[in-house]
């Protein structure tokens, strides 16, 4: 079983930054993808960004140039730090983790962004 636990939400003005983290535990495997997903209010899920193992990485449109993925491998850790934050960034913030063909979820950590 895997475990991921997202930490760093919070209220910020508009502009401002956060970085999340999510601390993975359990059967971790060298091989998988991380990522963050957002999902706001009367909206569906939506990724944010991923980034593999060998540390390829993918952004939604929306947050290019602004967010940026990261991983410590020697922490099972997954960063998302996020500068010139929009209040249409505010949502639920969802750490995953993809590994062979099992899909895991955090909780998610409330993201809110203040015009």
């Known amino acids: 079983q895997v475990q991921l636990v997202e930490s760093g939400g919070g209220l910020v003005q508009a502009g401002g930054s956060l970085r999340l983290s999510c601390v993975a535990s359990?059967?971790?495997?060298?091989?998988?993808?991380m990522g963050w997903y957002r999902q706001a209010p009367g909206k569906q899920r939506e990724l944010v960004a991923t980034?593999?193992?060998?540390?390829?990485?993918n952004y939604a449109d929306s947050v290019k140039g602004r967010f940026t993925i990261s991983r410590d491998y020697a922490k099972n850790t997954v960063y998302l730090q996020m500068n010139s934050l929009k209040p249409e960034d505010t949502a639920v913030y969802y750490c995953?983790?993809?590994?062979?063909?099992?899909?895991?979820w955090g909780q998610g950590t409330q993201v809110t962004i203040s015009s």
């Open positions: 995953n983790l993809l590994q062979f063909v099992n899909d895991y």
């Open positions: 359990g059967s971790i495997f060298r091989i998988n993808t």
């Open positions: 980034i593999t193992s060998s540390r390829s990485t």
